[in-house]
Each structure stands twice: as C-alpha cells, then as structure tokens.
C-alpha cells in the first residue's frame, strides 16, 4: 500500500523567514496530494492541495510543488508568522477512496 | 451545517471493556473515515467506507470494528479494549469526486485505555 515520509520531524524558524516541508510517497498510482494544518487541541484542516496534472500552486504565502517522477512534494511556507506555529501533515490519495498522511512536522515560528 | 460531530469527546475505559465511538455528518457525503492519531506517528487509518453499505480496511484495523449505519453515521466499536488503543480518534468525511477527496474532520474524540 501507500507509505507517506515526511522530513523534518521539526522545524524552527524566525518570524519572516521561510519554512519548507517536504514529503515522498510510494505508490504511483497517487493522484492527490493535500496538506493539513492542525493546531494544539484542534483537528486538521486543509490548507493547500494539489492534483498530479499540475506542477505547482500558490496560495498567498504558500505553495505546494510537486514532481511525480521523483514522487516527491513540498510545502513552502514564506514570511512566516507566529500563527503559522501548529503541525502540518502531507498526505497522498492512492484511490479516490482514502488518504494516507505523512507522520506531521511540528512547526514553531519565534518573534 | 455542523459539518463531521463525533461523540464523546471523553473518555476513559477499563481494559477489556467495549464502547462505540459515533459519528455523523449533515455534508451529504459519500464517504467516511476513521483516524487514530498517536504522537509522532500522524494520521493512521482504521477503516473507511466509500459508501453507504461498504466498509474497508485501513492501515491499523485490527482491535476495531464498523458500521456505516446510513450515509450519515459511521460508528467506531472498540470490542476489548487495550492500552494500546490510548489515543485521539477523529472521524472524518469527503464527498467523492474527481482525482481526490476534500476531506473534513470531526473535532476528535480522547480515549484513554488504563
């Protein structure tokens, strides 16, 4: 089946610079591939995703790139801001019936 | 529009003893997820069901069972619970289209095993 790693584990930055996250999935056959953003005590939410018929999107300071011959994808975050503090997980759709998430990377921002 | 309501919040078992986690979702969604979320280990799927009737293995079955009831509850059911089975169980859904699924999630439900 599926198997989603995602690097770092943890990730500290300075408020205003740039955070990347990257992910690699296993089965070719994935198509989909979303992020969550999940703070303290809270469930997660989708923030950005992206489908394999496209290469990059950008959603104000963030984006998601994707390369499905290296069957690799990443989140970059810029200008970061304190509230972007929380864990963020990757995740791969190897069907349109379920998603397999990567182990999350816990993300602090210091003013 | 509540969106994915799962029940309790709370709780904490005896080994040994059963409980059913509920879940229900007002979206009119085809499909429906049960997660396990354990520190540094992420999201773990327990079963999904793609639709009404239907139920499928995830990665982390064993110790559960479920029923997709309708196309608006799918319940969790702990048989014997064991320490192992400690964590934060969210539910979730998707309405299925295209190359993949949107998927919301319930606020999560803390069960603690002892």
């Known amino acids: 089946g599926e198997n989603v790693e995602q690097h770092p584990s943890t990730l500290s930055v300075q408020e205003g610079d740039s955070a990347v996250i990257k992910c690699t999935y296993s089965?070719?056959?994935?198509?989909?591939f979303p992020w969550y953003k999940q703070e303290l005590g809270k469930r997660p939410q989708l923030i950005i995703d992206?489908?394999?018929?496209?290469g990059e999107k950008k959603d104000q300071r963030i984006a998601v790139t994707l390369n499905k011959t290296a069957k690799h994808f990443s989140l970059h975050i810029t200008e970061t801001q304190p509230e972007d503090s929380a864990v963020y997980f990757c995740?791969?759709?190897?069907?349109?019936?379920?998603?397999?998430f990567g182990t999350g990377t816990r993300l602090q921002v210091f003013p | 529009n509540a969106g994915v309501t799962q029940t309790p919040k709370f709780q904490v078992l005896k080994t040994g003893q059963s409980m059913t986690l509920q879940c229900a979702q007002d979206?009119?969604?085809?499909?429906m997820y049960w997660y396990r979320q354990d520190p540094g280990m992420g999201l773990r799927l327990i079963y999904y069901?793609?639709?009404?009737?239907?139920?499928d293995k995830g990665e982390v079955p064993n110790g559960y069972n479920v029923s997709r009831l309708n196309k608006r509850e799918f319940s969790l059911r702990l048989e014997s619970a064991a320490p192992s089975q400690t964590s934060v169980y969210f539910c979730?859904?998707?309405?299925?289209?295209?190359?993949?699924?949107?998927?919301?999630f319930g606020e999560g439900s803390w069960l603690t095993v002892v």
């Open positions: 979206m009119n969604h085809n499909s």
């Open positions: 069901s793609a639709s009404e009737g239907t139920t």
């Open positions: 089965d070719s056959a994935s198509n989909y």
């Open positions: 979730a859904s998707s309405e299925r289209r295209g190359s993949g699924n949107t998927i919301y």
């Open positions: 992206i489908r394999s018929n496209v």
């Open positions: 995740a791969a759709s190897p069907n349109t019936d379920k998603l397999i």
